[in-house]
């Protein structure tokens, strides 16, 4: 009841092409839907984040699509560009401090 | 200036040795956090802090002890190191909790026993 299915696990775009990542969960007692993106060597980073009493959230070329009743949210990007290869991750959040992260999803951009 | 400071970088080290991670945070938040990061990626929770004070403890060998001298710090200690042990350990921190807070990771510890 804890997890976060995330798939795929892996993803590869061309340029100019739109990335489309899933995330679900079974615990209604989320309330808080971050995305975070990790650069290789890096630490993952906030990238957008989403509340249940919306259904969807866009910042420039991300976009969060989130659904209540079918308990899952998805990650868009638009536009996709090389630079956007990261890995990408969808987390939950419950009670005042457990973050439950998903199990990532590796993508990259082709030029 | 770095938000999310821990150190160090690299780590190498030869199973059964003692080794610590520290971590700072300059960015006055309440709570700060040790996760550990597999060779396939998976993000997991290894401890909460909030104001020095442990708040998640997610089942974790009790080899690993950390420790909060203040609430900008939070170090890891590992005891009789394991090879299953290696891993990446991010340091993070919130403002005061997760629930609607961005957690800032630092660039993690790469933990290598041998």
């Known amino acids: 009841q804890q997890q976060v299915k995330q798939s795929p696990q892996s993803l590869i775009v061309q340029k100019g092409g739109i990335s489309i990542i899933n995330c679900a969960y079974e615990n209604t007692a989320f309330d808080y839907f971050p995305w975070y993106q990790q650069f290789p060597g890096k630490g993952p980073a906030l990238l957008i984040a989403i509340r249940p009493d919306v259904s969807e959230k866009k910042e420039g070329r991300f976009t969060i699509s989130f659904n209540k009743s079918a308990k899952q949210f998805s990650l868009h990007i638009m536009d996709s560009q090389p630079g956007d290869s990261a890995t990408y991750f969808c987390a939950a959040v419950t009670g005042t401090y457990k973050y439950i992260f998903g199990t990532g999803t590796r993508l990259k951009v082709l030029a | 200036d770095t938000a999310v400071s821990q150190t160090p970088k690299y780590l190498v080290t030869q199973m059964g040795n003692d080794k610590s991670i520290k971590c700072e945070q300059n960015?006055?938040?309440?709570?700060m956090y040790w996760y550990k990061q597999d060779s396939k990626k998976f993000l997991k929770i290894m401890f909460s802090?909030?104001?020095?004070?442990?708040?998640i403890n997610e089942t974790v060998p009790n080899r690993f002890s950390p420790k909060s001298p203040d609430k900008a710090h939070l170090n890891l200690h590992i005891n009789s190191l394991e090879l299953g042990d290696s891993a990446v350990y991010f340091c993070a921190s919130s403002l005061q909790g997760a629930r609607g807070n961005t957690i800032y990771f630092g660039e993690g510890s790469w933990l290598t026993v041998v």
């Open positions: 802090y909030n104001n020095k004070e442990l708040i």
């Open positions: 960015l006055g938040h309440d709570t």
